[in-house]
């Protein structure tokens, strides 16, 4: 039997350990928070940004930060129809209408086009995701969103590393979302984060965050509207602080994995994450989309990786492909990635030889051993 090769697995070290065992020992009453404060401001810091409030989950950082615009029944939300169902859930929690547009064939993301074709008197928000840590076209949609009035949302949940002329992704939308679940670059297990420049609308998510209690109010227990509870443990932010200092190094790790596999799938009929000039990648999913012009059977590489003990992952079905969405419009660019398409395992540990091996079976694959 060969080492198995996961998809991916996060990097823990006893930094990680030292700060999770003080927390689990010291970090309560008084000192309940303290984790959760410095995870905030070190994020902050790290992404550019003003605001920072700690969450559960990056579906939750979404729904906190879509609640405070006032998203809700009646509403708009334009998004690509390829994502995971987490980009779309809350806006359909909200009462609003998930609106599924294409993506560009070359980043699997936003077609601003598109978007700008999908506006309607009810758009409330364009839900930009930078699928894979791809990048979408930042520049076009803010313009977009300027001349309409509508704000956009960054859901950066795989974009951690990831960055748009200088600037780091997630922190150019109205607000921008990440997630810290134990398949995303950095983790704490379970868990996300709001980021914003936007103070009015950082206090509104503040408040919501806080089952409605307001950081002004004197009396105890007084909630001012009905809110949410999707709030991180400071054990879990304590994780998160180690991981957060050994960001630079992670995300290094990811960018040499996908390079690993770009010079040892080179040649062959197919494309992976695009890094256009002036922006970096991430790279959270090394991923290859095959050309449409060569024949491909998507499950006879996922049974080949089976068979050699390494975990593949398909790329995101389309959301209109779903149960759920049965009523949206199928987006031809969308549904034709995705056969074409798989992610292929990246994490911190994995050894180039372990690169080699998984790109031997992609290349057997597709028939150029
Ligand atoms: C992981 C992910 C989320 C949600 O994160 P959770 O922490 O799992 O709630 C949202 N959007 C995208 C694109 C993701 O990949």
Redesign the pocket.
């Known amino acids: 039997m060969s080492k198995r090769i996961h998809y991916t697995r996060p990097s823990i070290t006893a930094l990680e350990v030292s700060y999770a065992t003080d927390a689990a020992a010291n970090g309560w009453g008084d000192r309940c928070y303290e984790y959760i404060q410095r995870f905030e401001r070190q994020f902050r810091e790290y992404l550019g940004v003003g605001h920072a409030i700690a969450t559960s989950?990056?579906?939750?950082a979404?729904h906190i930060g879509m609640a405070g615009l006032g998203i809700g029944a009646g509403d708009e939300v334009i998004l690509a129809d390829v994502?995971?169902i987490?980009?779309a859930a809350p806006i359909i929690h909200l009462g609003a209408k998930p609106v599924l547009v294409d993506v560009l064939e070359d980043s699997w993301c936003l077609d601003p086009a598109k978007v700008e074709a999908a506006i309607t008197p009810r758009t409330r928000a364009i839900l930009a995701?930078h699928?894979y840590g791809n990048l979408c076209e930042l520049d076009a949609l803010l313009d977009i969103g300027r001349r309409h009035g509508i704000p956009v949302i960054e859901?950066a949940?795989?974009a951690i590393g990831s960055t748009w002329h200088g600037r780091r992704a997630g922190s150019l939308g109205v607000f921008g979302?990440f997630?810290?679940?134990g398949?995303?670059t950095i983790t704490t297990g379970?868990?996300?984060i709001f980021v914003t420049n936007d103070d009015a609308l950082h206090e509104r998510v503040l408040t919501l965050s806080n089952h409605g209690r307001a950081r002004g109010e004197t009396r105890q227990f007084w909630p001012e509207c009905v809110g949410f509870k999707y709030k991180m443990s400071n054990l879990q932010a304590a994780i998160g602080c180690a991981q957060l200092e050994r960001i630079d190094e992670l995300v290094a790790r990811k960018r040499h994995v996908f390079e690993r596999y770009r010079s040892a799938l080179a040649g062959l009929p197919l494309a992976m994450n695009p890094e256009p000039p002036g922006t970096t990648n991430g790279y959270w999913m090394p991923t290859i989309v095959v050309d449409r012009s060569v024949s491909f059977d998507r499950e006879a590489l996922l049974a080949a990786f089976k068979a050699n003990d390494i975990d593949g992952r398909v790329f995101f079905w389309p959301l209109s492909s779903l149960p759920a969405f049965r009523d949206a419009t199928p987006q031809p660019v969308s549904h034709s990635l995705a056969p074409r398409a798989l992610n292929l395992p990246s994490y911190h540990d994995l050894e180039d030889e372990d690169v080699t091996r998984v790109a031997t079976i992609v290349r057997e694959a597709l028939g150029r051993s």
């Open positions: 989950s990056g579906t939750g979404l994502s995971w987490a980009s995701v699928l859901d949940a795989e979302a997630s810290f679940h398949t995303k379970e868990g996300g």
